[in-house]
């Protein structure tokens, strides 16, 4: 294995840990990310199937795929991640020093997923 294969293991360890947090502990989750349910608790199965288990299924995915482009697409998933933190902390006035590094961690992942498993042009 390469030092870009371990970097790359390491990302999708902690993307399937990160997604087992959101899945197994949503009410953690929430109070980590200052969210709270309504009236239906809608909420926790929305936070264990977007923050938990789609990174879950992500991560294990690119690790049994061991494919440069399976990478990219979870650098992809980092990077459409970051977009959206990026516009909100702007758009809704949600900078906060938690929503910037949670910004930086995912632009940091996006970047180097993307460009060191993109295949030489």
């Known amino acids: 294995m390469t030092a870009i294969d371990y970097i790359n293991f390491a990302a999708a360890i902690l993307t399937v840990a990160l997604g087992l947090m959101g899945w197994l502990a949503p009410r953690w989750t929430m109070e980590v990310l ?6 239906s608790n809608m909420a926790y199965t929305e936070v264990s199937a977007a923050s938990g288990c789609l990174f879950v299924g992500l991560g294990l995915g690119a690790m049994v795929l061991d494919q440069p482009l399976a990478w990219v697409v979870v650098g992809l998933a980092y990077a459409g991640a970051a977009t959206g933190r990026v516009t909100s902390i702007f758009r809704d006035n949600a900078a906060s020093r938690q929503s910037w590094t949670f910004f930086g961690c995912e632009a940091a992942l996006a970047a180097w997923l993307i460009l060191a498993n993109l295949p030489a042009a």
């Open 34 to 39: 200052d969210m709270k349910a309504g009236p």
